[in-house]
């Protein structure tokens, strides 16, 4: 399909007795951020892997840009660019230096490598830093650098496999902010993290693998409603109210939890149902410390969906 960069179709790989993938499905568009989420060992590195033509599978349909993986490898390698797990950079080398090695090991001569590079320090904020040696950056600096350098081609598809492991917030912010431009300039990303909030700020569809399947499939919103949609938390002052509160507000699917002194329920229409707690609590002279709206997390899509009673679901097509 013209629209789509990524096609996977019962893709399998086998390592002695133990399934790495086992008739995994996946569709990736075009100029889009799709993060593949999942638990150790769950077979995203060997998706990826895969995908980048760094591994063979054993069977499956797998096109990336439009050219099969093992039947036109070279094609493949033409159109992507990968960030791995852990930097590839000469720490002895400066910014500029590393960029234009790069450049260079792609073939591109030396005056395209200098113009390349320079490019690429301005594109992720390197400018400034292009002469220091990279043992001197720091975590997010070097991530970035990293990132430049797997754009030298400018390539269509880009694999970036945990590219924020091991970065403080700051340096996590530093590439998240750089993955955005990429997909703003329509490149298209595939994403694997075992951070979910990043999968939350950055993607625009999520698959969940487990076992080596995509065991859901969606936007994060629509992921969100598998574990019962938004609810409302309401923390009393009184632990001895919970029973009165629990009685008086206008709530289905109570769960209470004594220790916190939180009453929590689902609920429909987010601000219809907050107007009606608080005048509830008015009406019934029972004070709360706090009252908030609260979407489910992906944590808790993913605890749901890879936990003992895990089930495939399809969200969205």
Not at 6 to 35: C, Q, S, W
Not at 86 to 115: I, K, S, T
Not at 205 to 234: C, M, N, Q, S
Not at 273 to 280: F, I, K, N, W, Y
Request: charged residues 25%; hydrophobic residues 40%; neutral net charge.
């Amino acid at each position: 399909m013209a629209d789509t960069a990524i096609t996977v179709e019962d893709a399998r790989k086998t390592y002695g007795t133990k399934h790495a993938l086992h008739g995994l499905d996946l569709h990736v568009a075009r100029g889009t951020v799709h993060a593949v989420l999942g638990p150790n060992g769950a077979g995203k590195t060997t998706l990826v892997r895969i995908l980048a033509t760094l591994l063979r599978p054993d069977g499956g349909r797998i096109e990336v840009a439009g050219h099969d993986v093992t039947a036109e490898p070279r094609a493949v390698r033409r159109r992507i660019g990968l960030l791995g797990q852990y930097a590839a950079l000469d720490e002895q080398l400066d910014g500029r230096q590393n960029l234009q090695m790069f450049a260079r090991l792609h073939h591109l001569g030396a005056r395209h490598a200098r113009v390349r590079a320079t490019e690429l320090l301005e594109r992720f904020g390197l400018t400034g830093t292009g002469r220091t040696p990279v043992a001197r950056y720091s975590g997010g600096m070097r991530r970035r650098l990293d990132l430049a350098a797997s754009l030298i081609t400018d390539p269509e598809v880009l694999f970036l496999d945990e590219p924020t492991t091991g970065l403080d917030p700051r340096g996590r912010a530093e590439v998240w902010a750089a993955v955005r431009s990429l997909a703003g300039a329509g490149t298209t990303v595939l994403l694997t993290t075992q951070y979910l909030e990043e999968a939350d700020q950055l993607a625009d569809r999520i698959a969940f693998v487990d076992h080596g399947r995509v065991v859901a499939g969606g936007t994060p919103d629509e992921l969100k409603t598998l574990t019962g949609g938004d609810r409302v938390d309401v923390v009393l002052r009184d632990t001895g109210q919970l029973a009165a509160a629990t009685a008086q507000l206008p709530l289905t699917g109570v769960c209470v939890d004594a220790d916190r002194r939180l009453l929590s329920a689902p609920v429909t229409d987010r601000m219809a149902a907050l107007s009606e707690v608080v005048r509830g609590l008015e009406r019934a002279g029972i004070e709360a410390e706090d009252i908030a709206l609260r979407r489910p997390t992906l944590d808790e899509v993913f605890l749901h969906l890879t936990g003992p009673d895990r089930r495939t679901t399809e969200v969205a097509a």
